[in-house]
């Protein structure tokens, strides 16, 4: 958690840089090494400046931890926005691989979800990004079609991004690139569910889509392109 929050650009541009600085830190040497004093050094800034912002290695780990968060649900109002005027062949297909992708490239969220000394305050607040990103998810599928937004609906999205979190780390945890047959095993899970929950929480006109392998069944068209992600926050979360 950040101590005060930076007002002029460039307090914030050297916050920033203290976070790529802290990212460089936590991939190389992991999380016990991001210590205000090394974390500083490697950021050519003073402790003095640092502390300003991130008094200690908590609340490193919670502004890198907002940051990431703040990339994936940057990437799901993307998703949401596309979700509107386009249809995909396959949307839990695409939404499985963007985020894979996003694992494979983001070797500082890895490192620090994989390690140890996560805080209580960013294990709090992973629990509310995955609220957020199941309500992303939510409407999705109502933009799309597949689901009329009922009172369950939330809950439902809710059940499906623990399981593909926690499939997700899983993949990650095996092979840096993501273990490629757990994660077509997750796809087809979730299709699965997805399809279910479909018809449980139908459109108000009383049509539903849902998915087989490989692709959507459905009667509406499915084409179009997919969102990719966005280029990682620049500026502290």
Do not use: N
Request: glycine share 10%; hydrophobic share 40%; with cysteine.
């Amino acid at each position: 958690m950040l101590r005060r929050t930076p007002q002029q650009a460039r307090s914030k541009a050297r916050l920033a840089r203290v976070l790529k600085a802290a990212e460089r830190v936590l991939i190389a040497e992991g999380v016990p090494a991001l210590t205000t004093t090394r974390v500083a050094a490697e950021a050519g800034v003073s402790v003095g400046s640092l502390y300003q912002y991130l008094p200690d290695r908590d609340a490193i780990i919670d502004a890198l931890a907002a940051t990431y968060f703040a990339q994936l649900e940057g990437v799901m109002e993307e998703f949401v926005r596309s979700a509107a005027t386009e249809r995909w062949a396959d949307p839990v297909g695409v939404l499985i691989d963007t985020y894979a992708g996003l694992y494979r490239t983001e070797q500082g969220f890895r490192a620090l979800w994989f390690g140890s000394g996560l805080t209580d305050r960013t294990r709090a607040a992973d629990r509310e990004h995955k609220r957020r990103m199941a309500d992303g998810v939510r409407r999705v599928l109502v933009a799309l079609g597949i689901a009329g937004d009922t009172e369950g609906l939330g809950h439902a999205c809710h059940a499906a991004v623990l399981a593909a979190d926690a499939l997700a780390q899983e993949a990650f945890r095996r092979d840096t690139e993501g273990d490629a047959a757990l994660l077509d095993e997750a796809k087809v899970m979730l299709r699965g569910y997805l399809t279910a929950l479909a018809g449980r929480h139908g459109r108000r006109d009383g049509r539903q889509e849902g998915w087989q392998e490989g692709g959507a069944v459905g009667d509406a068209p499915l084409s179009g392109p997919v969102p990719r992600p966005a280029g990682r926050p620049g500026s502290a979360p």
